[in-house]
Nanobody, 115 residues
Framework: QVHLVESGGGLVQAGGSLRLSCAAS????????MGWYRQVPGKQRDLVAL???????NYGDSVKGRFTISRDNAKNTAYLQMNSLKPEDTAVYYC?????????WGQGTQVTVSS
């Protein structure tokens, strides 16, 4: 089993920054993609950013140029640096990890951006 622990969410003013972390642990044989999605009540879960094992990245259109995803393969950890935050970035952010040919989700961390 693979466990994901997210951290770094919280309350920030518009224009501010936050850094999310997602650490994978457990019986890990292999990890491929890692990434973040976000969801607000009543809406679908949307892609924020993904990073492949080779470091290639994919971002949702609304965060391009403001958010940066990275990973430390030695620590099985992904990071999401969020800059120039906007109130519309307010959501629960979920970590996603593809490990051992399965997909795992974190419990979610709340990010709230005040205007």
């Amino acid at each position: 089993q693979v466990h994901l622990v997210e951290s770094g969410g919280g309350l920030v003013q518009a224009g501010g920054s936050l850094r999310l972390s997602c650490a994978a642990s457990g019986s890990i044989i292999s990890i491929n993609g890692m990434g973040w999605y976000r969801q607000v009540p009543g809406k679908q879960r949307d892609l924020v950013a993904l990073i492949a094992l080779d470091g290639s990245t994919n971002y949702g259109d609304s965060v391009k140029g403001r958010f940066t995803i990275s990973r430390d393969n030695a620590k099985n950890t992904a990071y999401l640096q969020m800059n120039s935050l906007k109130p519309e970035d307010t959501a629960v952010y979920y970590c996603r990890t593809d490990a051992n040919f399965n997909r795992y989700w974190g419990q979610g961390t709340q990010v709230t951006v005040s205007s």
